[in-house]
């Protein structure tokens, strides 16, 4: 006998799915270190605070945002943008986290990706209502790269759709722990997140924490 692995759960609920060509959802992969995570988040935030940001058409988003590493994506009245600087304080983005780094080289290599090395983390903050409209990212150099996201707190209902905007987007049930690495054709797929429920979570209180790993510059 041998005392019931973590492991062994995997094999009714498959660890590491394939969502699309290049798109791989790792159920659960950070919950182990989701602790960590969400203490590394909350000394960013004291560096450099969650805010919402207005877009080039003058809305207000609803996820409120902060960044760490050497790039932050950030948007005004002038556009969209990858900035080395907070334009609140106009210093440096906070350092990214030795613990965000490794999940996000070890969460794409799990998705076949090599040599993914991040160098802009965005912390998106939703709170009940919060949503993101149906988009690309598309202001990052290297399309070649891949992104992955980090799912911690809330549930929410994530929209996955093609390359055009028309097409009907699936939708994915994304919860704490899970990790998504999007690469390959998936790279630009359309896709957003429908308004978060109010509940409570034990690890965040009432919101979703999501980490977005990119190769920006
Ligand atoms: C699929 N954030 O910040 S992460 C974003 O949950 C963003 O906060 C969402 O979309 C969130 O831009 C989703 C998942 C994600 C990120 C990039 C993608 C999914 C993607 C790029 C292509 C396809
Ligand atoms: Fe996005």
Sequence with gaps: MHAPAAQDSLFEHPAREAIAPGAWWLHGFARGEAARLLTDVQQVLAEAPLRHLVTPGGY?????????????WVSDGRGYRYSPTDPD?????????????EL??????????????????????????ARLTLHQDRDEQDHGQPIVSVSLGLPAV??????????RPRRLSLVHGDVVVWGGPSRLAYHGV?????????????CRINLTFRRAG
């Excluded at 969460?107 to 209502?129: K, T, V």
Aim: hydrophobic share 35%; aromatic share 10%.
């Design 60 to 72: 207000r988003m609803s996820v409120a945002m902060s960044n760490c590493g050497p790039l932050g």
């Design 89 to 101: 304080s106009g210093r440096p983005w906070p350092a990214m986290p030795t613990s965000f780094r």
């Design 104 to 129: 996000a080289t070890r969460a794409s290599q799990a998705a076949g990706f090599e040599g993914f090395m991040p160098d802009a983390c965005l912390i998106n903050r939703y709170e009940p209502g």
């Design 158 to 167: 994530f929209l996955f759709g093609g390359l055009k905007r028309s097409e």
């Design 194 to 206: 429908l308004p978060v429920g109010d509940a409570a979570h034990p690890a965040t209180g009432r």
